[in-house]
């Protein structure tokens, strides 16, 4: 082989191999796992955020997750763990103490940082788990809807998944490509719209909207609301946010008349939370 073509295949296998690289946190995760490998509650809150991440990964839409957040007698537990391992006063049983207690400061703010990791990893910001997907496609029956904001399309994606034959409108203005990774891993078809454009082009032919984490700079989702009321009034306006919190304006959780019947308490009761973030789905009249 010829130098200029080795040159170039090397290129190729470094690139590939660049592509495969598992990203910083997650490498961090997986080492958390293996020094605490002892201790089944700390392994099962990493195994869930790593499975969570290789189904992401792979197109899938991951399941519920537990809450991310270290029990509170960890610290005890290692401790004992540590004086059945090694008697009182061994440097080796110190050392190793002194290692978990170094450690356990970072694991708990990398589990509580998950959240950024799924926004920056995957523009994912509602965290749209398999079985809320499913609860949401039953919820409704097979009507037209249309989703608005839909970032990347997960909530789509989860509609689609369900029910193929279902008529689905997936909209975004895509104004926050240059600003986050929202729009760059697009999991299903995504029509370039902002919201109002969308709700006018498609109100009259959908029974549903769908609108999920609506940012919290800017009033764009109480234009949205203000503009079901005055003309499509009879369209039922689904909200996916946290009250008062990390989404949606001041103002659209002022005006909004929010409520959840007992058929949306079954869909919201998927939406599991894993983090200190109290995301729901709500009417919105």
Do not use: C
Request: charged share 25%; glycine share 4%.
């Amino acid at each position: 082989m010829n130098p200029k073509k080795l040159k170039q295949l090397k290129k190729r296998v470094k690139k590939t191999h660049q592509a495969v690289k598992e990203p910083i946190y997650i490498q961090e995760l997986t080492h958390y796992r293996d020094l605490f490998e002892k201790f089944p509650p700390i392994k099962y809150l990493i195994n869930n955020a790593l499975e969570s991440d290789r189904l992401l990964k792979n197109g899938l839409l991951p399941q519920p997750l537990p809450q991310l957040l270290l029990p509170d007698n960890i610290q005890d537990t290692i401790f004992q763990q540590v004086n059945n391992e090694f008697p009182q006063g061994d440097p080796r049983g110190d050392k190793l103490w002194n290692k978990y207690n170094e450690a356990l400061p970072k694991l708990d703010k990398a589990l509580r940082n998950f959240r950024d990791y799924l926004e920056d990893t995957y523009g994912m910001w509602s965290y749209v788990n398999a079985p809320f997907a499913k609860a949401l496609s039953d919820y409704l029956a097979g009507a037209p809807t249309l989703e608005i904001m839909a970032g990347n399309g997960y909530i789509s994606k989860g509609l689609r998944n369900n029910n193929s034959s279902q008529e689905i409108y997936t909209t975004d203005s895509q104004e926050w490509v240059n600003e986050n990774e929202t729009g760059k891993h697009p999991v299903t078809t995504i029509e370039k719209l902002d919201a109002l454009s969308a709700i006018d082009k498609y109100g009259q032919k959908v029974k549903y909207v769908i609108m999920s984490w609506a940012p919290d700079k800017g009033e764009a989702d109480w234009e949205v609301l203000q503009l079901m009321r005055q003309k499509y009034p009879n369209v039922q306006f689904l909200v996916i946010g946290e009250k008062d919190g990390a989404t949606n304006s001041k103002k659209f959780w002022q005006e909004a008349q929010l409520s959840q019947d007992e058929a949306l308490q079954k869909v919201n009761a998927n939406l599991h939370s894993f983090d200190l973030i109290d995301e729901q789905i709500y009417l919105v009249k």
